[in-house]
């Protein structure tokens, strides 16, 4: 908004343009920082994980090895990317590209701060509902593109872990709007004011929750659900034939798509921007530090999963998302939306709205 | 308007081209990939409409779920289409024929002077004071929701009638049965046996 004014009426253009050209430099920047604080990320998962094992971790690039992530990605853009003779070298190379970039374009709903997003749009948990359920693409591409049979039956085996448990994750986001009465993400954070007590993690949708979180670990890849590379098995998943540029795309793509379902976790259970207290000193702090704290809470939690629990077997996994997890989810659909009807009018009633 | 019009006419233009690549495709993997784009696009066009709801609606279903089932078919089959593709030629006729129909009556449809329904107003995508969600809600749960649930029915039945034409017992099969591997308890697990030196255990 205040790009738009300032090209608006300092330098003289007309709305549309002075828009246009405002919201590419806020897209640029907001992507740039998200890059930037991915490769933060993966050094404090690299850093948890090395604690929980006793190691030190990376600590030799930069000061803590705050710089090791900047120098990985280098290496890997330095190298020479190698493309399997007997791939299909279009679809080879679109993959690692529909991955990163989908990864990318789910963070345009994102509200990091109340009126902090870059498209509020109405439908924006949908919307990266949706984007998350095309990531099963750049895997499955990548996997038959390569021409490889690990990397192939890796893919499938991602496919259908991701398509099953995404059923649950949709069946989560159905309560938290049945709670909210919005598919807007702000809507949703507001809906949560004004303090702790209104989060939804404090509400009867805390068993979601741990549902929303133990889906995200699966739909994400992450152990105790990485089965697409069980070393052991499948030599290192679908992207066994990538090098390169490429292959940091793959990475990139990951560890976006596992902040995104932190963020996303933060904003529909644990009031996004809100404050836990809404006091003075509480209040003061910008909302997209708090938002960050409760990212980075739960993303201590998926790394020390990565810790500590060990690779559930496939048949475990399916067992899990299609006979625990999905009845779960849909008695809590029901559970909610009775709750919503019946005993909050009554709460409203006892004690005076 | 102008930024509106040329979306229309890329997302419809791309729409177009990715269809008639689906059907003209040699490689059954590309026919599929196409197909997603196909939709991906028509998904635009709704957004364009306003029916945001249905937009994101067709990504989720048709996109994240349908497709990727018709690509693992696709991909895993190794099906030789060139093969099956031979006696297409065969089918131009008639399909041309249901097309032009199709076609003729749509202009028949629109072009004799089309009244939308007064009744449908309110089911326009965005009517006054609501979102397109909630208006697609109100219509489906409260206006026809009997309609609604006879749809549910209905498809609730095919997936029963696909489950039971499927489903086959086999005597002897080995499963796991979490359940009871979680209950087992000490007592049932162990036996405390006080082996004397040089009988062993029995």
Known sequence: MFLTNWFQHTAGWPYPVAWTVAQLILIVVYQGVVMVSVAFWILADRKIWAAVQMRRGPNVVGAFGLLQTFADAMKFMFKEPVIPAAANKVIFLLAPIISATLAFSAWAVVPLDNGWVIADINVGVLYLFAISSLGVYGVIMGGWASNSKYGFLSALRSAAQMVSYEVSIGFVIVTVLIFAGSLNLSDIVRAQGPDIRGWYLFSPLAPMLVVMFISSLAETQRPPFDLLEAESELVAGYMVEYSSTPFLLYFLGEYMNIILLCALMSIMFLGGWLPPVAVFPFTAVPGVLWLLLKIMVLFFMVSMVKAFVPRYRYDQLMRLGWKVLLPVSMAWVVVAAGWVVFVRPALAHVFGG | ?202
């Open chain 2, 1 to 202: 308007m102008i930024l509106q019009a040329l979306a229309f006419y890329m997302f419809a233009a791309i729409l177009l081209f990715s269809g008639v690549v689906v059907v003209t495709a040699k490689n059954p993997v590309y026919s599929v990939l196409f197909l997603i784009l196909a939709f991906f696009n028509a998904a635009g066009l709704f957004v364009l409409l306003g029916a945001e709801f249905l937009a994101m609606i067709l990504v989720v279903v048709y996109v994240g779920a349908v497709a990727v089932l018709f690509l693992f078919v696709v991909m895993m089959l190794g099906v030789d289409f060139t093969e099956l593709k031979k006696g297409a030629q065969g089918y131009l006729l008639p399909g041309l024929g249901i097309g032009g129909l199709l076609l003729a009556e749509l202009f028949i449809a629109v072009a004799y002077d089309w009244h939308i329904a007064p009744h449908a107003q309110s089911a326009a995508a965005n009517p006054p004071g609501v979102t397109n969600t909630a208006a697609l809600g109100h219509i489906l749960y409260t206006d026809y929701v009997y309609y609604f649930e006879v749809a549910g029915l209905i498809l609730l039945v095919a997936m029963i009638g696909a489950i039971v034409l499927t489903l086959r017992h086999r005597a002897g099969v080995k499963r796991q049965k979490a359940w009871t591997q979680i209950s087992r308890g000490p007592a049932e697990a162990m036996a405390m046996v006080d082996a004397k030196p040089g009988e062993g255990v029995e």
